[in-house]
């Protein structure tokens, strides 16, 4: 398991910087002959992408999506809540409890909303303790528990037939488990660091920020029985098969409820739970096992895995969402602070297997899944964005859109500030859902837009005529902690690509899909985002099956 304080690590700001970009251009976004009525109640957001001039706690009433970091958004008596990992530039938000979070009508703007708690869970030290006593290990006193909030869950479900809020929250000792030190060089004692837990907690009123907790659902578990030996810092092989954080929640059409959790070690497991509790379904035992079959059977079926038999396979995150005879699971790839990117799989079934465009296995681990659901990237005249996964993916209320949200971080060093990766700023993004091919204009994968939503408002067909002109195009391939750049695109009056692409397009108003080659991908209106002052233009997102990479594009004139 590699070093978990270095999973949330977050610095204080030295320096304040600005951003300066020019203008939109003319570009037909907006038709002449649209009604007045049509704009009267849309303002394009006008919040800084650099916050740190508001980041003080006193300031939180004026974040809106500021500091955010592995958000998830459930919709609940008319707002939408997000929580999401106690992470804040500067750690501002340190000392003011757990999970704090945000709500919003339009999803575009945010208001700040307590957490469920201010103090770790009395069950969270008793369970800890009490496994460790099973093991032959002294307790940890509650003073010397170093504990990290991560990555809750948030679920509108019905008990009884009433409606409240499910979360379920990561809280991770970073102890080690021989001696029970803090986990520092210093301490190292030749073992793993402490396991991780989920628990439950439920509310009726989110806005006032009162919760019941209900304790313990599971933890981090380890097929190696009582061996938690380890040979060095830079040893990477993990104690632990299943890490017990990043949880989602599925309730499938047949009514059943699942939990999938895991990160780096050794992939995501699929643990069933009661719908009327909300805890495992079946008892789970000592966290440890001689085996792997013998632990899974219990703690939970791995239904994926980025590279099979190793215990450092570099994805996490996973978020599940179920949309016409598919489980649609999405996950972030690498590490946090830039290389940070999400993939998507798919399956008929709850437990997999999970296959990505081209037919690769994620359960069987079979490498690296396409589509590229997002990946750092830069339009130019603007720094751009990276780190951007661990997302919440959610359908908003009584419609048919589907929406992404995950923080972006800026890149480092940007406008002189030494910290600036550390400013962490929630995006929301429309998903469109893509052709994988020519061929299969019925095989449809969802892609996030390149552009941050802003509630936009329909003026209209967009129409063939409109898009002749010049698009910054972004090829969103992986490149393992690089940001992918634009370069100029020209769709031409007589039908072809020039620029960044050669060849022919075309274009079905009907569905919105633009033909660039052979790649199809599909076109919105969206906020330029860079442009000084922001205006509407046209964006693009779509992919192709044997491509590995994403199309992303914005309209400039």
Known sequence: MFDMRLKYLLILPITLFAFSFVGCEDNGVEPEENEPDT????????????????????????????????????????????????????NEAEGHGHFQGKRSTDLVNWDWVGGPFYDAPSWVADSLNAIRLRMGLNAITNENIKYGYWAPVVRRVNVGGKDILRMYYSIIIDNYIKT?????????????????????????????????????????????????????????????????????YIVTPEGNHYLIHGSWHSGFALLQV????????????????????????????????????????????????????????FMAYDGLAVPYNTRVVRSTNIEGPYY?????????????????????????LSYGWVGISHCAVF?????????????????????????????????????????????????????????????????????????????????????????????????????????????????????KYLTLGNVIVCVEREVDWEATPRCVTFVYAGTEKNLNATYWGKKKN
Request: hydrophobic share 30%.
């Open 39 to 90: 704009l009267a109640h849309f303002t394009i957001p006008t919040y800084a992408d650099d916050y740190s001039p508001i980041a003080s706690w006193t300031n939180r009433n004026k974040w809106n999506l500021a500091n955010v970091h592995d958000p998830s958004v459930a919709y609940y008596n008319g707002y939408y809540y997000m929580y999401g990992t106690d992470a804040s530039y500067g």
């Open 180 to 248: 029970g030190n803090a986990n520092t060089p210093v301490n190292f004692d030749g073992s793993w660091t402490e396991r991780a837990f989920i628990g439950m907690c439920e509310s009726t009123d989110p806005a006032g920020a009162v919760w019941t907790d209900k304790g313990f659902v599971t933890s981090s578990s380890s097929d190696r029985g009582k061996d938690y030996s380890r040979t060095s810092l830079s040893d990477w092989s993990a104690y632990f098969y299943y890490n017990a954080i990043d949880p989602t």
């Open 274 to 329: 009661d719908a009327t509790t909300g805890k495992p379904l079946n008892t789970l035992g000592e966290p440890y096992a001689s085996s792997v079959s013998e632990l899974t059977a219990r703690y939970g079926l791995r239904i994926g895995t980025r590279t099979d038999g190793s215990r450092w396979q570099g994805s996490e995150a996973p978020e599940i969402i179920y949309k016409e005879g598919y489980y649609y699971l």
């Open 356 to 380: 990505d465009i081209t037919g690769r296995n994620f359960t069987n681990g079979r490498g690296d899944c396409y589509p590229i659901v997002t990946h750092p990237y830069k339009f130019n």
């Open 395 to 511: 359908q908003k209320e009584n419609t048919d859109e589907w929406f992404y949200m995950s923080q972006g971080r800026l890149p480092e060093n940007v406008g002189g500030n030494a910290y600036s990766n550390a400013i962490m700023m929630g995006h929301v993004r429309r998903i469109v859902w893509c052709p994988a091919s020519v061929s299969e204009p019925d095989n449809l994968w969802p892609i996030a837009l390149p552009e941050r939503y802003a509630a936009v408002p329909d003026y209209g067909n967009i129409t063939k005529d409109s898009l002749i002109g010049t698009w910054e195009h972004i090829n969103l391939k992986y490149s393992y902690g690089q940001q992918n750049g634009a370069t100029s695109l020209s769709l031409n009056a007589d039908g072809t690509i020039t620029g960044a692409l050669t060849g022919n397009w075309s274009y079905d108003a009907s569905t």
